[in-house]
């Protein structure tokens, strides 16, 4: 008789996608948007604005290189960490205030 050993359970693939992201997040610093997973890896949380962000690196993806990270689909006055509560209402009403002024003044030209 043969004996069998139990074999550890291995974690799934991370989509490379997902992969390629957790790296850059990583090496880059802005790791707040990730998890562990059950097998200790680090996933990015489902489900948060933060997560559905897109970093891109010049340099064939080497951060550690030089390479400048630059992140797509992204409102300034959400992703600066910096800022605070009542700097992003302000934010908020001038950006508002300056559509509204924006749409008045190609209507008056009509």
């Given at each position: 008789?043969?004996k069998k050993?139990?074999?550890?359970?291995?974690?799934?693939?991370l989509?490379t996608?997902?992969?390629?992201?957790?790296r850059?997040?990583?090496?880059v610093?802005?790791?707040?948007?990730?998890k562990?997973?059950?097998?200790g890896r680090?996933r990015?949380?489902?489900?948060?604005?933060?997560?559905?962000?897109?970093?891109?690196?010049s340099?064939?993806?080497?951060?550690?290189?030089g390479?400048?990270?630059?992140?797509?689909?992204?409102?300034?006055l959400?992703?600066?960490?910096?800022?605070s509560?009542?700097?992003?209402?302000?934010?908020?009403?001038?950006?508002?205030?300056?559509?509204?002024s924006a749409?008045?003044?190609?209507?008056r030209?009509r």
């Amino acid at each position: 008789m043969s004996k069998k050993t139990a074999q550890k359970a291995k974690p799934p693939k991370l989509p490379t996608g997902e992969a390629e992201q957790v790296r850059m997040r990583t090496q880059v610093g802005h790791d707040f948007a990730l998890k562990d997973d059950a097998f200790g890896r680090k996933r990015l949380a489902t489900g948060t604005l933060e997560a559905r962000r897109v970093y891109e690196v010049s340099n064939s993806g080497h951060t550690a290189t030089g390479g400048i990270v630059r992140v797509r689909n992204v409102d300034p006055l959400t992703s600066i960490t910096s800022l605070s509560r009542q700097q992003r209402e302000a934010g908020m009403r001038y950006r508002e205030d300056f559509r509204v002024s924006a749409q008045d003044g190609s209507s008056r030209w009509r």
